[in-house]
Nanobody, 123 residues
């Protein structure tokens, strides 16, 4: 199983970025997916999650109203649209996946994760 995240980069405060994660080696439509982030020297933090059918979503308090998670099961991808980015959003972002329909805020509930993509926000 591979999860390949991309789309990170440098953006000014107030700007937007769209992250994408392509999954392979699994029946993607049977997996719930999530985005987590980890800033330097801090623990991994929940960002957003989406159930396998896309019917249930959940967001971390710090990103509600600014970030949107979506998925395309036909393309084995999960995306994270990030608007109004702030310096505190700066981190390495990871996509994670786990078999089943649950939507969890805990990183250890997800069996698979890949290399992250780095987001830098300048003030």
């Amino acid at each position: 199983v591979q999860l390949q995240a991309s789309g990170g980069g440098l953006v000014q405060a107030g700007g937007s970025l769209s992250l994408s994660c392509v999954a392979s080696g699994l029946t993607f439509s049977r997996y719930s997916t999530a985005w987590f982030r980890q800033a330097h020297g801090k623990e991994r933090e929940f960002v957003a999650a989406l159930s396998w059918h896309g019917g249930r979503s959940s967001y971390g308090d710090s990103v509600k109203g600014r970030f949107t998670i979506s998925r395309d099961n036909a393309k084995n991808t999960v995306a994270l649209q990030m608007d109004n980015l702030q310096p505190e959003d700066m981190a390495v972002y990871y996509c994670e996946a786990d078999y089943g329909s649950k939507v969890s805020h805990r990183t250890y509930d997800y069996e698979h994760w890949g290399q992250g993509t780095e987001v830098t926000v300048s003030s």
